[in-house]
């Protein structure tokens, strides 16, 4: 079943490779576009919206380019925790760099072009469209540039449109990475004006960096009652378990979205209007390349841009529509996102992933990681090794049970081979006869899964919390330089046709996961196979380590060093298990010769 699951993962990971490059490479520019019709009023919206959007025709604005030919203005503000910086084009949130947070490099990039360190983490990086940029039809948007000026305690951006239309946005920092927002349109006229639909830009979800190939990026939202839905990136590529075709957009809510997110692995763009937005609209797009990649065939880095939908309606004379939106832009970070989790209608574990089936072991495992740091200060390496140490102790009295059970299985298993021989011909008696002996000697077949099974949610929790925890980002640990990476030592050019683990620039040398490795062959030559066995299934079971490693050689050096001590851990318990005397049951048989009634020898004798 593992070789079954883990070879589907393979077939699939490439055709998402394959659909991405395709995708790639005819989709040089986002070419998104916003396509709605202008309602008579906002009340025709509710249960029309679908047909609206099927309907509408007319003029409409790409959502990636604002012209250039007009000189761009910059407002940067800053506080103890982040540097906002604010542009004229779309008058929007640009830039989010955290101060908090380094910019981390991985060997793979740091000998080229200049590669450094010295920048820190950023928010919708190569985006081409601000936070708060309102798009729609053409004549909502006009030219996109806006007047900037900076306040008392933020930046004002302003457009005057020639219907008398007026667009006017504030911007207020707070603290925890909030932003306070408006966003008003005004009717300067004494004439009634019809408003178009509008999008107002949540965020860009970007790559971090070139190692990051995007996978963990998502579009989510929420109604605020219930858990919010997360859309990623492969949901835009179609394939998968459901064959569906690619996406150029994905829409959701009916008037009910309460909050909407662009997020990456680490970091997220949320926005929290005041009001329930109308829907919540995501869109593929294809970013600049980023500057430290060299080889010709690399795909260009794909973001997920999500927009707020509000419906068309009527400006009366003199009159306006404010909208406030709280927009959080920083880490996800579960102390820092539970501190504001009022704001987000106690969704924090949304943000950060833990609403999967597997959310339960990983919530507890990222607090109990936190707390060992808190308690011992020792760095994310050490309290992974001392988590995972605790983890195995805990599962020691079952782990020593169902050892000593198949050591009782083994044992027995002369005798199990006396009885197939003697009852092939009754099927049903020799089912009842080898009950029987199972249950003389304390012997259940089922111990030696229950271990595995109930190892799993905590092998998933872990998995899903080391690609979560923004705590183990830029952590060190001997070697590797960033526990949330591979730990890539260097790269052996030349090497880039090799399935699932080679790069367009080669073949990064990670050493931790050829341990981790080196470390699970081991453990499956000491464990002894399960009598009956098949021997071509032994002999998989045997080299299935090696379809690990090439699962999680460029995952996270993080859980390479967590595989690693638990094997170990495992290889240990194996042999003190091994040398221990069991406590329960009576001396097993020797052999079939203890029992000559069940003998093929004797059955011919008589």
């Not at 601000?130 to 004549?139: K, N, Q, T, Y």
């Not at 860009?204 to 839905?229: F, R, V």
Request: proline residues 6%; contains cysteine.
């Amino acid at each position: 079943m593992c070789a079954l699951l883990l070879g589907w993962w393979f077939v699939e990971q490439n055709k998402v490779a394959q659909q991405q490059a395709r995708y790639a490479a005819t989709n040089q520019l986002a070419k998104a576009t916003a396509v709605h019709g202008v309602l008579t009023n906002a009340a025709d919206v509710a249960g029309q919206l679908d047909e609206a959007l099927a309907r509408a025709s007319g003029r409409y604005v790409e959502s990636g380019i604002f012209p250039t030919n007009l000189p761009e203005q910059t407002i940067m503000l800053a506080n103890a925790k982040a540097r906002y910086t604010f542009t004229s084009r779309g008058g929007g949130l640009k830039l989010v760099e955290l101060l908090d947070y380094p910019q981390t490099i991985s060997a793979r990039w740091q000998k080229k072009d200049g590669a450094d360190t010295n920048g820190v983490a950023s928010l919708n990086t190569l985006a081409l469209v601000p936070s708060l940029a309102v798009l729609g039809d053409a004549s909502l948007v006009g030219d996109g540039n806006f007047a900037l000026r900076k306040t008392a305690d933020g930046v004002r951006a302003e457009k005057v449109f020639t219907n008398g239309l007026r667009l006017v946005k504030e911007f207020h920092l707070g603290s925890n990475y909030l932003i306070h927002a408006s966003v008003r349109l005004e009717n300067t006229t004494d004439k009634s004006l019809a408003l178009p639909a509008q999008e107002i830009v949540v965020g860009t979800a970007t790559p971090m960096d070139a190692d990051d190939n995007g996978q963990a990026e998502g579009a989510m939202w929420s109604d605020g009652t219930s858990s919010a839905k997360d859309q990623p990136l492969t949901a835009f590529s179609g394939g998968g378990c459901s064959r569906s075709a690619p996406k150029t957009e994905i829409i959701a809510g009916a008037n009910n979205v309460a909050w909407a997110a662009a997020h990456n692995q680490f970091f997220a763009v949320l926005a929290m209007p005041k009001e329930h937005a109308q829907q919540m609209i995501a869109r593929p797009v294809t970013l600049p390349q980023f500057a430290n990649v060299t080889a010709t065939n690399s795909p260009l880095p794909r973001g997920i841009q999500t927009t707020l939908f509000y419906p068309a309606g009527m400006l009366t004379a003199n009159s306006a529509i404010e909208r406030t939106i709280v927009l959080f832009a920083g880490p996800k970070e579960y102390r820092t996102l539970a501190d504001i989790g009022a704001q987000f209608q106690n969704r924090a574990d949304d943000v950060m992933g833990f609403g999967s089936i597997y959310g339960f072991c990983a919530k507890p495992l990222l607090l109990a990681m936190n707390w060992l740091h808190d308690v011992t200060r020792l760095g994310y390496g050490l309290v992974i090794v001392l988590l995972t140490i605790l983890l195995r102790a805990i599962f020691w009295p079952l782990t020593a049970a169902s050892t000593r059970s198949m050591k009782r299985m083994q044992a027995l298993a002369p005798e199990m081979a006396a009885l197939k021989e003697k009852y092939k011909d009754d099927q049903q008696k020799y089912t009842q006869k080898q009950m029987e002996l199972w249950k003389k000697h304390k012997v259940n077949p089922m111990s030696g899964c229950l271990p595995m099974l109930v190892q799993m949610p905590v092998f998933f929790g872990f998995f899903t919390m080391i690609r979560s925890a923004i705590e183990l980002r830029g952590a060190h640990f001997l070697w590797a330089a960033d526990l949330s990476k591979p730990d890539t030592l260097f790269m052996i050019p030349g090497l880039s046709f090799i399935p699932f683990i080679s790069t367009p620039e080669g073949l990064p040398f990670n050493l931790l996961p050829l341990l981790m490795g080196g470390a699970m062959l081991w453990q499956s030559h000491l464990t002894p196979p399960s009598p009956g066995m098949d021997p071509s299934q032994q002999k998989l079971m045997r080299y299935m380590p090696l379809m690990f490693l090439a699962f999680l050689y460029n995952y996270s050096a993080g859980m390479a060093l967590y595989m690693i001590v638990s094997t170990m851990a495992s290889v240990l318990q194996t042999k003190l298990t091994k040398n221990l005397k069991d406590p329960a049951g009576p001396a097993l048989p020797a052999g079939p010769a203890t029992n000559p009634a069940l003998t093929p020898a004797s059955k011919s004798k008589k």
